[in-house]
């Protein structure tokens, strides 16, 4: 019994090694962090496509936004996202302490809520949280997002 407790003790301890040095490696390989992820949304604060264009793959990936149901490339999200924030003059988002990162070899995951505060060119505020789900790939020797879906809770 005592050596089947001592296989089990040494078992769990080398698991907790491997995995912490997995997140090493993750941390090392310079894998997105919550910094870079409100980076991201400091970008989309601007009102600017410009202003988060780096932070995304170009080529054929899939990203849902909250309106219409998806795009199918960064051009084209870029495109349409760029009418819908001409309707307002100022934003601000603020990624919440939810924030999950999980490194899996090339890509990174990761999920938030975000605080969101805009104000149409009318002058109406509208507040709010959103819910973000993110898939980051390393391409060129940078973390590209290359699938994102952002949604709005049911009232």
């Known amino acids: 019994m005592r ?5 089990v003790l040494l078992s769990f301890g080398v698991a ?5 040095r997995s997140t090493i490696s993750a941390a090392a390989s310079g894998a997105p962090d919550k910094a870079y992820l409100q980076k991201i949304w400091t ?10 264009r780096s932070y995304y793959a ?29 309707d307002y003059k100022q934003a601000k988002f603020t990624v919440n302490e939810d924030a999950e ?10 999920t938030a809520t ?15 949280n959103l819910r973000w789900s993110v898939v980051f790939q390393k391409q060129g020797g940078k973390w590209l997002i290359v699938h994102e879906h952002v949604s709005v809770p049911m009232q």
């Open 3 to 7: 050596q089947l407790i001592i296989v």
């Open 16 to 20: 907790v090694f491997l995995l912490d």
């Open 43 to 52: 970008g989309w604060s601007t009102l600017d496509v410009q202003n988060v």
């Open 58 to 86: 170009s080529g054929p990936h899939v990203f849902f936004d909250i309106a219409p149901l998806k795009y199918t490339s960064w051009a084209e999200y870029e495109k349409n996202v760029r009418n819908i924030l001409a």
């Open 101 to 110: 990162l999980h490194p899996a070899g090339d890509y990174v995951w990761g």
């Open 114 to 128: 975000i605080k969101q505060e805009m104000t149409r060119q009318s002058g109406k505020v509208e507040m709010g």
